[in-house]
C-alpha cells in the first residue's frame, strides 16, 4: 500500500549511510564524549564513499553490507573500536559507546564481557537499529552481533530453524525459502536481528497469531557472568519465559530456534471504507481475512482496510514507481513540510492522498515475506501501544473525539490497527489477553520535527486509560509503576532479571526508567 509503502530511492539513500539504520562514524566526535545524546538532525551528516566515516580506524561494509570493524591503534585485543557513533534509523536518538565490537564467536562474547566486569561497564547490544527509542543506547561497551548470522540447523521434519542472534530476518527469509519453509508472520522490516525482533515484542496482525516472539521453541542466553543458558519450555521454563521478550536487559542472546510453516503465498486486498463500518463490522472483518488490518485517516472518516490471505496465484503487483515515490514519497514530503508552516493542512493532505492513493480496490500477491514487508517512508516518530482488543472501537472513536476537540492538535495518516492473540510470554504486550495494537504516527519531512507533544501525550492518556501497554522498542513515558500495574508478571520478570544481571550490567537509561 502507497501510504505504507515506501520508495527504493529513498532506500538506497539511506543505505549510502548506514545499512539498516546501523551505527554510523561522525568525524568531528571526540572519543572522550561518551554520553547518550538525542539526535534530532535536521541533514544528513558527511558520509565517507563506503557509507562509513572513519575515525582512528577504519569501518567499511562486505558484500552482506554488514559492519567491518579493522583493528587500529584505538582496538582492544577482543577488537573494539573507539570513536563510535550510534544513530538508530529515524535519527531521533543516538549513543557515543565508549567501545565497539563485533565478535565472530561466543568466546568472543564472553572475553567482551568479561573485560566489562573488569573495568564495570555496561553493555549494550544493537541489531539493525531500527527501534524509534534509546533502548540500544549506551556510553559503555556496545555489541554488534552482525558477524555471528549464521544458519545453524534446519529440522526440515521438525520445520524449525536454529539460527545466530545476528541473522537478519531479510538474509533469513532467503535461506528459508531454500528450504521451503517460511515464518508464519513478520513484522513490516525485516533489515532487524532475530534478536532484536523478539526482545523488543515486535508484531503483525492476525487474530490467529501471536507476536513474533511465540515463533521461538528455544534460545541461549548468555548471562553477566558468561554463563550459557539453553532455555526452552522443558529447559530454565522462567528465563525462557521471560527471555522471549529480553529487552536487552537479562544477557546476550546467542541463537534462535524457530518454529517455522511450509512456504506459503499471499494475496493482498485493500480497499476503502469508512471508520464506522469498519468498527460496527469488525468481528465480520476479523473472521473474513487471516491478517486483517486497517488504516484510519485523521481529521476525516476515511478508512483503507487491508486483507491478506493464502492464495496459489501467481505474484502479481499494484505498485508503480509514479504513485508510489513521486506521489506517494515525494509530494507528500513537499505537503508535509509546508504543513510545517500552516498546520491547518494537515486535515486537507490526508483527505487528499487518500483519494489519490486510496479510494480504489488493489490487489497483488507474492512470497509471504514479500507481502508482510515493506520499505518505510521517510523519517518518522511513532507511538504503538496495545489494548484489549474488546476496547478497540471506544478506544478509537476517543481519539478521533480528541482530535475534533482540539483542532491545534494535528495528526499524520495513518493510525494503522492491528489485531493480535494473547500469550505467556511475561513482558508481551499481549500478555494474557487478545489485542488490539494502534499505531500513531509523525513524519519529520526533510529531516523537519513536526510539533507532537499534545497528540503523544493525548493519545497515552487515552491508551492509559484503556489498559494499554506500549511497544518496548518505540519511545514512551511510562515508568516501573506504570508497569507494575499494567504487567501482572512484572515482578516476577525483575526477580529473574536481578538474578541473571545482579550488577546492572545490561542497563542502560532507557531500562533504568522501567525498572526503578
Same mark, same amino acid.
Given at each position: 500500500?502507497?501510504?505504507?509503502?515506501?520508495?527504493?530511492?529513498?532506500?538506497?539513500?539511506?543505505?549510502?549511510?548506514?545499512?539498516?539504520?546501523?551505527?554510523?562514524?561522525?568525524?568531528?566526535?571526540?572519543?572522550?564524549?561518551?554520553?547518550?545524546?538525542?539526535?534530532?538532525?535536521?541533514? @544528513?551528516?558527511?558520509?565517507?564513499?563506503?557509507?562509513?566515516?572513519?575515525?582512528?580506524?577504519?569501518?567499511?561494509?562486505?558484500?552482506?553490507?554488514?559492519?567491518?570493524?579493522?583493528?587500529?591503534?584505538?582496538?582492544?585485543?577482543?577488537?573494539?573500536?573507539?570513536?563510535?557513533?550510534?544513530?538508530?534509523?529515524?535519527?531521533?536518538?543516538?549513543?557515543?559507546?565508549?567501545?565497539?565490537?563485533?565478535?565472530?564467536?561466543?568466546?568472543?562474547?564472553?572475553?567482551?564481557?568479561?573485560?566489562?566486569?573488569?573495568?564495570?561497564?555496561?553493555?549494550?547490544?544493537?541489531?539493525?537499529?531500527?527501534?524509534?527509542?534509546?533502548?540500544?543506547?549506551?556510553?559503555?561497551?556496545?555489541?554488534?552481533?552482525?558477524?555471528?548470522?549464521?544458519?545453524?540447523?534446519?529440522?526440515?521434519?521438525?520445520?524449525?530453524?536454529?539460527?545466530?542472534?545476528?541473522?537478519?530476518?531479510?538474509?533469513?527469509?532467503?535461506?528459508?525459502?531454500?528450504?521451503?519453509?517460511?515464518?508464519?508472520?513478520?513484522?513490516?522490516?525485516?533489515?532487524?536481528?532475530?534478536?532484536?525482533?523478539?526482545?523488543?515484542?515486535?508484531?503483525?496482525?492476525?487474530?490467529?497469531?501471536?507476536?513474533?516472539?511465540?515463533?521461538?521453541?528455544?534460545?541461549?542466553?548468555?548471562?553477566?557472568?558468561?554463563?550459557?543458558?539453553?532455555?526452552?519450555?522443558?529447559?530454565?521454563?522462567?528465563?525462557?519465559?521471560?527471555?522471549?521478550?529480553?529487552?536487552?536487559?537479562?544477557?546476550?542472546?546467542?541463537?534462535?530456534?524457530?518454529?517455522?510453516?511450509?512456504?506459503?503465498?499471499?494475496?493482498?486486498?485493500?480497499?476503502?471504507?469508512?471508520?464506522?463500518?469498519?468498527?460496527?463490522?469488525?468481528?465480520?472483518?476479523?473472521?473474513?481475512?487471516?491478517?486483517?488490518?486497517?488504516?484510519?485517516?485523521?481529521?476525516?472518516?476515511?478508512?483503507?482496510?487491508?486483507?491478506?490471505?493464502?492464495?496459489?496465484?501467481?505474484?502479481?503487483?499494484?505498485?508503480?514507481?509514479?504513485?508510489?515515490?513521486?506521489?506517494?514519497?515525494?509530494?507528500?514530503?513537499?505537503?508535509?513540510?509546508?504543513?510545517?508552516?500552516?498546520?491547518?493542512?494537515?486535515?486537507?493532505?490526508?483527505? @487528499?492522498? @487518500?483519494?489519490?492513493?486510496?479510494?480504489?480496490?488493489?490487489?497483488?500477491?507474492?512470497?509471504?515475506?514479500?507481502?508482510?514487508?515493506?520499505?518505510?517512508?521517510?523519517?518518522?516518530?511513532?507511538?504503538?501501544?496495545?489494548?484489549?482488543?474488546?476496547?478497540?472501537?471506544?478506544?478509537?472513536?476517543?481519539?478521533?473525539?480528541?482530535?475534533?476537540?482540539?483542532?491545534?492538535?494535528?495528526?499524520?495518516?495513518?493510525?494503522?490497527?492491528?489485531?493480535?492473540?494473547?500469550?505467556?510470554?511475561?513482558?508481551?504486550?499481549?500478555?494474557?489477553?487478545?489485542?488490539?495494537?494502534?499505531?500513531?504516527?509523525?513524519?519529520?519531512?526533510?529531516?523537519?520535527?513536526?510539533?507532537?507533544?499534545?497528540?503523544?501525550?493525548?493519545?497515552?492518556?487515552?491508551?492509559?486509560?484503556?489498559?494499554?501497554?506500549?511497544?518496548?522498542?518505540?519511545?514512551?513515558?511510562?515508568?516501573?509503576?506504570?508497569?507494575?500495574?499494567?504487567?501482572?508478571?512484572?515482578?516476577?520478570?525483575?526477580?529473574?532479571?536481578?538474578?541473571?544481571?545482579?550488577?546492572?550490567? @545490561?542497563?542502560?537509561?532507557?531500562?533504568?526508567?522501567?525498572?526503578?
Amino acid at each position: 500500500m502507497v501510504a505504507v509503502l515506501g520508495c527504493q530511492l529513498d532506500y538506497i539513500r539511506n543505505e549510502l549511510q548506514f545499512r539498516n539504520g546501523g551505527p554510523t562514524w561522525d568525524p568531528d566526535l571526540e572519543t572522550s564524549e561518551a554520553k547518550i545524546r538525542l539526535q534530532e538532525a535536521s541533514e @544528513f551528516p558527511p558520509v565517507h564513499p563506503e557509507g562509513r566515516q572513519p575515525y582512528c580506524g577504519s569501518v567499511t561494509t562486505d558484500k552482506a553490507g554488514h559492519h567491518l570493524a579493522h583493528p587500529a591503534k584505538t582496538c582492544q585485543d577482543v577488537h573494539g573500536c573507539k570513536g563510535f557513533q550510534f544513530q538508530n534509523w529515524a535519527k531521533t536518538y543516538g549513543c557515543c559507546p565508549e567501545m565497539y565490537y563485533q565478535p565472530t564467536s561466543v568466546e568472543e562474547v564472553r572475553e567482551v564481557l568479561a573485560l566489562a566486569r573488569q573495568q564495570n561497564k555496561r553493555v549494550k547490544v544493537v541489531g539493525g537499529g531500527h527501534s524509534p527509542s534509546d533502548i540500544a543506547c549506551t556510553d559503555g561497551f556496545m555489541i554488534h552481533m552482525g558477524k555471528m548470522n549464521r544458519v545453524l540447523q534446519v529440522d526440515t521434519k521438525k520445520k524449525q530453524v536454529k539460527v545466530e542472534a545476528g541473522i537478519l530476518l531479510a538474509d533469513l527469509h532467503l535461506q528459508l525459502d531454500k528450504h521451503g519453509l517460511a515464518m508464519s508472520n513478520l513484522g513490516a522490516v525485516s533489515d532487524v536481528t532475530v534478536a532484536g525482533v523478539i526482545g523488543s515484542g515486535t508484531h503483525n496482525t492476525g487474530v490467529k497469531h501471536g507476536i513474533l516472539a511465540t515463533q521461538v521453541v528455544a534460545l541461549t542466553l548468555m548471562t553477566a557472568d558468561g554463563t550459557v543458558l539453553e532455555c526452552s519450555e522443558s529447559s530454565n521454563v522462567d528465563v525462557f519465559q521471560a527471555a522471549r521478550v529480553h529487552l536487552g536487559c537479562l544477557g546476550i542472546i546467542l541463537t534462535v530456534t524457530l518454529q517455522c510453516v511450509p512456504q506459503f503465498h499471499l494475496q493482498e486486498i485493500s480497499f476503502p471504507s469508512t471508520l464506522k463500518e469498519v468498527l460496527d463490522n469488525l468481528d465480520s472483518h476479523l473472521k473474513k481475512s487471516e491478517y486483517f488490518r486497517f488504516l484510519w485517516f485523521p481529521h476525516s472518516e476515511n478508512v483503507s482496510i487491508i486483507y491478506q490471505d493464502h492464495t496459489n496465484k501467481p505474484p502479481s503487483s499494484a505498485s508503480s514507481w509514479f504513485w508510489d515515490c513521486a506521489i506517494g514519497l515525494y509530494l507528500l514530503e513537499f505537503l508535509l513540510w509546508i504543513s510545517t508552516y500552516w498546520p491547518f493542512l494537515v486535515g486537507w493532505i490526508n483527505r @487528499f492522498f @487518500f483519494w489519490l492513493l486510496f479510494s480504489h480496490k488493489k490487489k497483488s500477491s507474492n512470497l509471504s515475506h514479500k507481502i508482510f514487508t515493506y520499505e518505510c517512508r521517510f523519517k518518522q516518530h511513532v507511538q504503538d501501544w496495545a489494548i484489549p482488543r474488546e476496547k478497540t472501537k471506544e478506544a478509537l472513536l476517543e481519539l478521533k473525539a480528541m482530535l475534533e476537540a482540539h483542532p491545534h492538535v494535528v495528526a499524520h495518516f495513518p493510525v494503522e490497527v492491528r489485531f493480535t492473540r494473547g500469550d505467556e510470554i511475561l513482558l508481551s504486550p499481549c500478555f494474557q489477553r487478545d489485542s488490539c495494537y494502534m499505531n500513531i504516527i509523525m513524519y519529520r519531512p526533510y529531516g523537519k520535527d513536526v510539533p507532537r507533544l499534545d497528540y503523544w501525550q493525548a493519545y497515552e492518556t487515552i491508551m492509559k486509560k484503556f489498559g494499554g501497554r506500549p511497544h518496548w522498542a518505540k519511545a514512551h513515558n511510562c515508568t516501573r509503576k506504570d508497569f507494575e500495574k499494567m504487567y501482572p508478571a512484572f515482578r516476577k520478570f525483575c526477580d529473574i532479571r536481578e538474578k541473571l544481571d545482579p550488577t546492572g550490567m @545490561f542497563l542502560n537509561p532507557y531500562l533504568e526508567k522501567v525498572f526503578y
